[in-house]
């Protein structure tokens, strides 16, 4: 069955301080991995996309890794910020497919001052 | 910078009622989509939409539930009767294409309560 799992669920941090989040997926066949943070109340929206043969792509403060081999993702926070409040989700891409994505739970992130 | 957009931002409907929920997709897209996310719960796929045909569905979308793209700019999603389960966040989004590369981009979502 094709899952997406992200831990930890919720997380509190301090403004300024760093974190990572992390995905494992079981999806066949895969195509990509993104990363998508979503607001409370409003739609995803796309932090990265990732194929098997990317190791590491950033987006300003948002690194995201990837092991095609472990089947593994992370999502590193730097210097995190009060907007950095929000549920950041793990998304899979199943090859073949019209762009079918597979969802995880997403962890939900509050950045404290 | 274009986005998707959708409304109502949130619709009550009474148990058995027809819904209609409508989206403005990013204006040179052509692929078509729309999502649900029951309140605590992942985002789920419903159905893909391209050239005036849906492309895929998945078992959540069932005879209750249909799509149409009734001109050159909405693309709405019908509940016909209204279940209490259907209560949820409905995502639209478009892309340009359909490989892996192209971006989905998601509408702020219409909240539908089903009372």
């Known amino acids: 069955k094709n899952q997406v799992e992200q831990s930890p669920q919720s997380l509190i941090i301090l403004e300024g301080k760093n974190c990572t989040l992390q995905?494992?997926?079981?999806?066949?066949?895969?195509?990509?991995l993104r990363w998508y943070k979503q607001d409370t109340g409003r739609g995803p929206v796309s932090l990265t996309i990732?194929?098997?043969?990317?190791n590491t792509k950033s987006n300003g403060r948002y690194t995201a890794t990837l092991d095609a081999d472990t089947k593994q993702s992370s999502l590193h926070i730097t210097a995190s910020q009060l907007s950095d409040s929000a549920s950041y989700i793990c998304v899979v891409l199943i090859s073949g497919g019209y762009n079918k994505l597979i969802f995880g739970a997403g962890t939900r992130l509050a950045v404290h001052p | 910078e274009p986005e998707v957009t959708q409304t109502p931002s949130h619709q009550v409907t009474q148990m058995g009622q027809e819904v209609i929920l409508r989206c403005v997709p990013i204006?040179?897209?052509?692929?078509f989509y729309w999502y649900r996310q029951i309140l605590g719960q992942k985002v789920e796929f419903l159905v893909s939409?391209?050239?005036?045909?849906?492309?895929?569905k998945s078992e959540i979308f069932d005879d209750q539930f249909s799509v149409e793209r009734p001109d050159g700019s909405n693309f709405t999603l019908k509940i016909r009767s209204t279940k209490l389960e259907d209560s949820a966040m409905y995502f639209c989004a478009s892309s340009e294409a359909w490989d892996s590369f192209h971006e989905q981009f998601f509408g702020p979502g219409t909240r539908l309560t089903v009372l």
């Open positions: 995905c494992n997926y079981t999806v066949s066949p895969f195509s990509n």
């Open positions: 939409f391209y050239n005036n045909e849906i492309s895929e």
């Open positions: 990732m194929t098997f043969s990317e």
């Open positions: 204006s040179n897209h052509l692929y």
